[in-house]
Structures are given as C-alpha cells and as structure tokens.
Nanobody, 115 residues
C-alpha cells in the first residue's frame, strides 16, 4: 500500500523559510513523477513544482522559481520543498503527489505565513 506522509509545515513570519518533506512508503519515489501542490482557503488546488524521474524540475509559476526548490533524496525516499522568502499569499495546505499510471496524494501539511 502506497502512502505519502508530509511534514515540515508551520507558522512563519513573512520573509522566513520552511522545508517541507514528503516521505513515500510502499513505492520507490525516484522512479515516479513527483510534485508539490497547494490549496489556499476558498481556492482550487494548484501545482507548485514537479520533478521527473530523470531529475528534471519544473516550477508552475515564475513567482515560485527562485524562492522554492523541489528536490528529492533517493536514499531516504523523500521529496522536499525548500521555501524561502515566504509571503502571506503562500499560506495554504501543501500536498505532495506521486504519479505512475495512477495517482497518490499525501494528507497535506499546513503552512501559515504571517505578515
């Protein structure tokens, strides 16, 4: 059974940093397409960044590139999202997603950025 478990969210002041983690159980992360999404209150879930099995990284918007970095540690079977210079608009629940024919989602981790 595949499970994705996110952690690392919390409350941070604007300009601060957080590193989100997503550990995969029951599947090998590096052979799957992985991504981070987020969902703010009252808004649809949106893609933040993705990483392909070959390591290619893509960011959904220019506002993420330069502030956010998606990466993975194959030995730990864990996906990361390093978030720097956080803004109040980054407040959302952040989810990781694994795609390999079918799709799995983690339970989400709350990120709150205060002004």
């Amino acid at each position: 059974q595949v499970r994705l478990v996110e952690s690392g969210g919390g409350l941070v002041q604007a300009g601060g940093s957080l590193r989100l983690s997503c550990k995969a159980f029951g599947a090998t992360l590096k052979i799957n397409r992985m991504a981070w999404y987020r969902q703010a209150p009252g808004k649809p879930r949106e893609l933040v960044a993705g990483i392909e099995p070959n390591g290619l990284r893509k960011y959904a918007d220019s506002s993420f590139e330069g502030r956010f970095t998606i990466s993975r540690d194959n030995a730990k079977n864990t996906l990361y999202l390093q978030m720097n210079n956080l803004k109040p608009d980054d407040t959302a629940v952040y989810y990781c997603k694994m795609s390999s024919g079918r799709t799995w989602w983690g339970q989400g981790t709350q990120v709150t950025v205060s002004s």
